[in-house]
């Protein structure tokens, strides 16, 4: 087991659900992701973040960066950059793509900064 793993509990809660509704990501109505399988991680006293299959993204807009961070209780995570309109947001995704065995569900998906792209549910 790794040293610097934590896991969940009482004093840093972490919980995976799958979101009934539609989750759309956009930059300025050009869609980058959309799916009905989105799920939502909610973490101790952060804003819930939904994480999108890798699948219903549009791989052609993201670009894989060699930034990475390291969260004691998800990972390691991986980041993309997102190309539309001519520009890139430098790391606005990320990813945890072998995540610890307590949060497990969100290997495959990726999450987007909420300051850098606008997320809509319907």
Same mark, same amino acid.
């Given at each position: 087991?790794?040293?610097?793993?934590?896991?969940?509990?009482?004093?840093?809660?972490?919980?995976?659900?799958?979101?009934?509704?539609?989750?759309?990501?956009?930059?300025?109505?050009?869609?980058?992701?959309?799916?009905?399988? $989105?799920?939502?991680?909610? +973490?101790?006293? %952060?804003? !819930? @973040?939904?994480? &999108?299959?890798?699948?219903?993204?549009?791989?052609?807009?993201?670009?894989?960066?060699?930034?990475?961070?390291?969260?004691?209780?998800?990972?390691?995570?991986?980041?993309?950059?997102?190309?539309?309109?001519?520009?890139?947001?430098?790391? $606005?995704?990320?990813?945890? +793509?072998?995540? %610890?065995? !307590? @949060?497990?569900? &969100?290997?495959?998906?990726?999450?987007?900064?909420?300051?850098?792209?606008?997320?809509?549910?319907?």
């Amino acid at each position: 087991m790794n040293p610097r793993m934590k896991i969940p509990g009482p004093d840093h809660p972490i919980t995976i659900a799958p979101n009934p509704k539609r989750v759309r990501v956009s930059i300025g109505g050009d869609v980058i992701a959309e799916t009905t399988r $989105a799920l939502t991680l909610k +973490e101790a006293n %952060y804003p !819930a @973040v939904q994480y &999108i299959p890798r699948e219903d993204t549009v791989p052609s807009k993201l670009q894989r960066t060699q930034h990475t961070t390291y969260c004691p209780y998800k990972g390691d995570a991986s980041y993309f950059s997102i190309a539309s309109g001519g520009k890139v947001l430098d790391n $606005a995704i990320w990813t945890y +793509e072998t995540p %610890y065995d !307590a @949060v497990k569900e &969100i290997a495959g998906h990726l999450a987007f900064y909420p300051d850098k792209v606008t997320i809509e549910e319907t």
